[in-house]
């Protein structure tokens, strides 16, 4: 953004906090305690708004409360991040432009603002949000500001589409834990680093991992549901099959969930993949049961056994773990589209001419998708580490290439691809790089070729 800040009302309502490296959101009932946070950002150089969503960094620091924040248009734009006070800041509109449900689970949070950035881009192309708690739960969220030196606030605009899709949503989990039977079943385990799954034939050795999602922050027409676990087999050999189970009571707590409490789960396997050795994302498909859930009550429970009682433990990163946390990823279900997109991020200043010229446009990228499965990059956006998923389709040797938005080649790489499906990582972080929007292409002597749009926090 342009500006950020918090501010804060009684006692503080004359004191700035723009220089903050976070701002907080919070509605109380006792003068002085409530927060809100402003932004400001430029549109300059946006030729079109497809779609735009605001992107915040954080969580609910109060402890497992989940709290909606709600963003306001601000028409007056001439707040600075070193001026504004509670006294001083401009009065939002009174109709909320969307809103998203924060837990205490470290995450991008997004805000779907369409409408409003559409209505400034044809006025003063300078747009202006106030953040604030909904309701009046007296508790803090935190978020990462642009004086922050990674996760900043971001407006993510999609400047044109064809078929108007958005992207994968990825969501973590709000509530994971593994439970163990035999002597252990009255133990919580929900404060682990580590969640374990094991199927064994002897009592006390079995563990089954539980994990829930919230679908709050899916606003698209569900396509396609992965759940993704971090981990490894442990315990060496040859892959362990593991099922994962829907379950529909949602009620079960992270804090207190034992063998002896945990709900049953459902007695079909909703699908299954070969965990190895190899320390690395996971997936499995539950595209049918997370639909179910979202005209439900928008809330996903997952149970992870090895129903073949293989008596080996597969290790995975719970929340609690500092990075490669459970995901659910949800596909834009409503059409096939090809999308330029432009990430406004806070160290990111100059013309945004880039988007439409350079070496890779909107009609490029188009050309580029083929009749065979394509590759996925995840997490997009990325921080440290990339992961390429090949299809099974894919093998033999490839040219990997990022080039930035003006068209300069950044980094280049030949890998080998195994056939039968291979999971490539990259660590982004060594590379470098600016925050911003970046093309990745793979190539190879054959001539298949594939681009795809990279964005890097």
Not at 333 to 349: D, F, K, V, W
Request: hydrophobic content about 30%; aromatic content about 8%; glycine content about 10%.
């Amino acid at each position: 953004p342009l500006a950020d800040a918090s501010v804060r009302d009684g006692a503080y309502s004359g004191k700035n906090y723009g220089d903050d490296t976070s701002f907080l959101v919070k509605s109380s009932p006792n003068s002085g305690f409530s927060r809100e946070a402003y932004l400001k950002f430029s549109l300059s150089g946006v030729p079109k708004v497809g779609k735009a969503k605001l992107r915040i960094y954080g969580r609910s620091v109060s402890g497992n409360s989940s709290v909606t924040v709600g963003c306001y248009a601000v028409n007056d734009d001439s707040w600075t991040e070193p001026g504004i006070t509670w006294s001083t800041a401009p009065v939002s509109l009174t109709t909320v432009l969307g809103s998203v449900l924060v837990t205490n689970s470290q995450q991008y949070y997004e805000i779907d603002v369409t409408s409003f950035v559409r209505s400034q881009l044809s006025g003063d192309k300078v747009v202006s949000f106030v953040l604030k708690d909904v309701g009046t739960s007296d508790k803090t969220m935190e978020f990462h500001s642009r004086e922050n030196p990674q996760d900043r606030p971001q407006l993510l605009i999609l400047t044109d589409s064809v078929g108007g899709s958005t992207g994968p949503t990825t969501v973590n989990t709000v509530a994971d834990a593994s439970v163990r039977d035999g002597s252990y079943a009255t133990k919580n385990y929900g404060s682990d680093g580590s969640l374990l799954v094991k199927g064994s034939p002897k009592v006390g050795f079995s563990r089954n991992t539980y994990l829930r999602f919230p679908l709050s922050s899916v606003s698209t027409t569900i396509g396609t549901a992965k759940v993704r676990v971090y981990g490894r087999n442990t315990s060496g050999g040859s892959g362990v099959k593991m099922d994962v189970y829907g379950l529909d009571n949602d009620t079960w707590g992270e804090g207190t969930i034992t063998w002896n409490t945990a709900p049953a789960a459902q007695t079909i396997s909703l699908g299954s993949v070969t965990v190895t050795d190899q320390a690395q994302y996971y997936e499995i498909d539950v595209t049918n049961y997370v639909k179910s859930q979202a005209s439900g009550d928008k809330v996903v429970s997952l149970v992870l056994k090895d129903a073949g009682n293989a008596d080996k433990i597969l290790e995975f990163n719970s929340k609690e773990n500092g990075q490669y946390p459970p995901q659910l990823v949800v596909t834009d279900g409503s059409q096939p589209m090809t999308t330029l997109s432009r990430q406004i991020t806070p160290a990111e200043q100059q013309p945004d001419s880039a988007i439409t010229s350079g070496a890779y446009s909107l009609e490029e990228a188009s050309d580029n998708i083929h009749n065979f499965e394509s590759p996925k990059l995840y997490p997009n956006p990325v921080h440290n580490r990339l992961t390429i998923e090949f299809p099974t389709a894919w093998q033999g040797a490839y040219n990997i290439q990022i080039i930035d938005g003006g068209g300069r080649l950044q980094s280049t790489e030949k890998v080998r691809v195994r056939p039968g499906g291979y999971n490539l990582g990259i660590n982004i972080g060594e590379l470098k790089l600016k925050p911003g929007i970046y093309f990745l292409k793979l190539n190879n002597s054959s001539g298949r070729s594939e681009t795809f749009k990279l964005f890097i926090n």
